[in-house]
């Protein structure tokens, strides 16, 4: 081998050791991205849901202090944000008017928070009645089909049973489009047994 | 007197000449390859404090981007969900798993999970969710495909020039409002039709100036 040759030969051996320890586009790390001109991408501010070694539980994000409300946070109408009339009683209907519109939002939320465990028809056969074999309430029973309409909006908020309430991700104009929503499958249900042939099988 | 040049410099001119076009070609080359986000960002896959799967649970279970993110819609950020909504499944589903010892130490004590940020924005750009998503911009547009992935990887460069790709032609990449969290969604085949509906229902103009995303 002459010294040529040799010379070659190590030249590419450097390439593809270079080629092989290194790595194309696209290729995946669990190391953060480093960025060659570091600029001012991370500044010393606070994100949202960003970690803070400042304050006691590590995040960054404050709770409001008790006994304040923010601006738009005042909850006067007392039926639209509890379901409960001055009475303290559930509300009987919707205490706003159900257009196709307000069906609709309750249909895509519904779809949303909902479904994975009432399932599509509200039947309560979702994915933790399938995968944990736990039993999920249908709203096809006689029990939920006497609920006021504020006594849903209730469940949705605080929850029921092994139900947490869902009032965090679900804002109370989108609770009572569900409730509208329920309803109308119930509505259908009813309707359907109604006109189906009375055959038992 | 001897000459000052051996022989061999007689090579010098083709060496530089070489030397001289294929070392800067290389330098560029390298810096366009290696110094891009597509390579310094594009895969980033950080290690998360629980294997959480989008594949199982977006993907298999078919839940909706917005069950857990759910201030996509509402704010500029796109929340991680609170351990609550973890555990509103995961009380009675696997309560006793193992990789789930820090989901409910969290639920329990009330201090956050630290789950680590996988899409970084510069500090100084500041993305708002809600009006990309309102304006019909998928989620699988800028994350990938998250319904296939065991673990999130970045599948896009967020960079400036990719955002402006975007901003300066939108229309190819928008879609009905209805199905922005849709993983499958393609575009039917009469691509303009539905273009000239969404530029009547609801019309964009994404700003290409400095101001539009840097305050």
């Not at chain 2, 001289?20 to 310094?40: M, R």
């Not at chain 2, 789930?100 to 004590?109: E, F, G, K, N």
């Not at chain 2, 939108?170 to 039709?193: C, G, H």
């Amino acid at each position: 081998m002459t010294a040529r040759t040799r010379r070659v030969l190590g030249a590419l051996a450097l390439t593809s050791v270079v080629a092989l320890a290194g790595c194309a586009r696209g290729c995946t790390s669990s190391r953060p991205p480093i960025h060659i001109n570091p600029s001012m991408d991370d500044q010393p501010k606070v994100r949202a849901q960003a970690a803070s070694r400042f304050f006691y539980n590590g995040a960054s994000m404050r709770e409001p202090v008790p006994g304040t409300v923010p601006i738009g946070g005042l909850r006067e109408d007392e039926p639209f944000f509890t379901g409960k009339g001055a009475d303290g009683q559930f509300v009987a209907t919707i205490p706003h008017p159900v257009d196709d519109a307000l069906v609709e939002r309750g249909r895509q939320r519904y779809g949303i928070y909902c479904q994975p465990c009432h399932d599509a028809r509200g039947d309560g056969r979702g994915i933790l009645f399938q995968r944990g074999n736990v039993p999920t309430a249908t709203f096809h029973q006689e029990k939920i089909l006497k609920y006021p309409d504020g006594q849903i909006f209730d469940v949705i908020t605080n929850g029921q049973g092994l139900m947490p309430g869902y009032r965090w991700p679900i804002p109370p104009a989108d609770r009572w489009a569900i409730v509208a929503y329920v309803r109308e499958l119930q509505r259908e249900r009813q309707a359907r047994a109604a006109s189906a042939p009375a055959t038992t099988p | 007197m001897g000459q000052i040049f051996p022989p061999s410099w007689n090579r010098l001119p083709i060496v530089a000449a070489i030397a001289g076009t294929l070392g800067p070609t290389l330098a560029i080359a390298g810096v366009w390859y290696y110094f891009s986000p597509w390579y310094t960002d594009v895969g980033y896959r950080p290690v998360q404090p629980v294997p959480y799967s989008h594949r199982l649970h977006v993907g298999e279970l078919g839940l909706d981007c917005r069950y857990c993110h759910a201030s996509v819609e509402i704010s500029n950020v796109a929340n991680v969900p609170p351990t609550q909504t973890c555990m509103n499944c995961h009380q009675t589903v696997k309560r006793d798993s193992a990789l789930l010892a820090p989901i409910r130490d969290s639920a329990q004590s009330g201090r956050p999970m630290h789950w680590i940020r996988v899409h970084n924005l510069p500090d100084y750009a500041y993305f708002t969710h809600r009006v990309h998503v309102t304006a019909g911009i998928g989620c699988v547009t800028c994350h990938g495909r998250i319904d296939e992935m065991e673990i999130v990887t970045q599948m896009t460069p967020l960079s400036m020039s990719w955002c402006l790709d975007c901003h300066r032609n939108p229309a190819p990449y928008r879609r009905p409002v209805s199905e922005i969290t849709n993983m499958r969604w393609t575009p039917p085949r009469d691509i303009q039709a539905l273009t000239a509906l969404l530029d009547r229902e609801r019309p964009v103009n994404p700003p290409t100036d400095c101001s539009g995303c840097h305050r």
